[in-house]
């Protein structure tokens, strides 16, 4: 069954920086590599829709949908795909998810096979 699993929210001061992980597993049982999966970024901020930042093919084209001091990488002999974001603002205070889907990225929630529980990343002083 494959797994998404976020790691590294937590509580930042603004003008910080942060880097979440994300790490599949599970994936292979298909047959096929992590690399034919697209991973994405999302973020849900309190009271809001959960909304696409960026996404990552197995080669490491990167599609940004949203402006941000942030940057997207993605490891496919870990298995880990990274969120680094700097200059962190109480704006950017949300849970974070990471998320795959078969071969083309798309921003659309709805669009995602896989997600996981999330991480909480909160920027206050």
């Known amino acids: 069954q494959p797994q998404l699993v976020e790691s590294g929210g937590g509580l930042v001061q603004p003008g910080g920086s942060l880097r979440l992980s994300c790490t599949a597993s599970?994936?292979?049982?298909?047959?096929?590599?992590?690399?034919?999966?697209?991973m994405a970024w999302f973020r849900q901020a309190p009271g809001k829709e959960r909304e696409a930042l960026s996404c990552?093919?197995?080669?490491?084209i990167l599609t940004n949908y949203a402006e941000g001091r942030f940057t997207i990488s993605r490891d496919n002999a870990k298995n880990t795909m990274y969120l680094q974001m700097n200059s962190l603002n109480p704006g950017t205070t949300a849970v974070y998810y990471c998320a795959a889907r078969w071969i083309s990225c798309s921003h659309n929630v709805n669009d995602m096979n896989y997600w996981g529980k999330g991480t909480l990343v909160t920027v206050s002083s």
């Open positions: 599970g994936f292979t049982a298909s047959g096929f590599t992590l690399g034919v999966y697209v």
């Open positions: 990552i093919t197995g080669g490491n």
